[in-house]
């Protein structure tokens, strides 16, 4: 099952014979998925989840795109990046803000920086086949006393897929908080 362990106010106490097991970052499973292909890196390969043109470059090598100047790029697909995020043409050899926009139809990519506060996930889909990449793919690992899996990380806590690689059923079980007394 998914489990919180609760916050200041209440905390949720596992039921007999339950074991939590927190996800950690796993260093070697970052990666950056488009419509056309992807490219897997490290944690090393960014820091603070902003990376440089030049770590960006060495992933254009495995996807099928062709790397185009920003200005090169779609101009009605920019105008939707310039509308949504702020994006514009990078300047200098700039690393905050710099994100992967990737023209699936024209199979054509080019970076860009953007207004990343309003950005809150390592990729947006927009239409029609226009994607912006801010960050890689987190990956976490669970090291259980039944295996280890290796899923991605996600917002909403959804780790079902572990539980399927480990070979387990997902259980659904709803748990009474305890007040924390804070």
Known sequence: MNYWGGDEFNSYPLGKGWEAYPPVLDP???AIETALGACKMTLEDFSGREMPIAKWSKCLSSLRCAQVEYEDFDERLRDILAKAHSCKKPTGNDTWGIALAVDARDKKCAFTTCDGSRIYTHKEKFSPGLELHTRPQDYVKFETKAGVCIVKEKRDGDYSD??????????????????SGR
């Open 162 to 179: 572990c539980c399927r690689q480990l070979a387990y059923k997902l259980v659904h079980k709803r748990l009474r908080p305890v007040k």
């Open 28 to 30: 070697a499973s970052a």
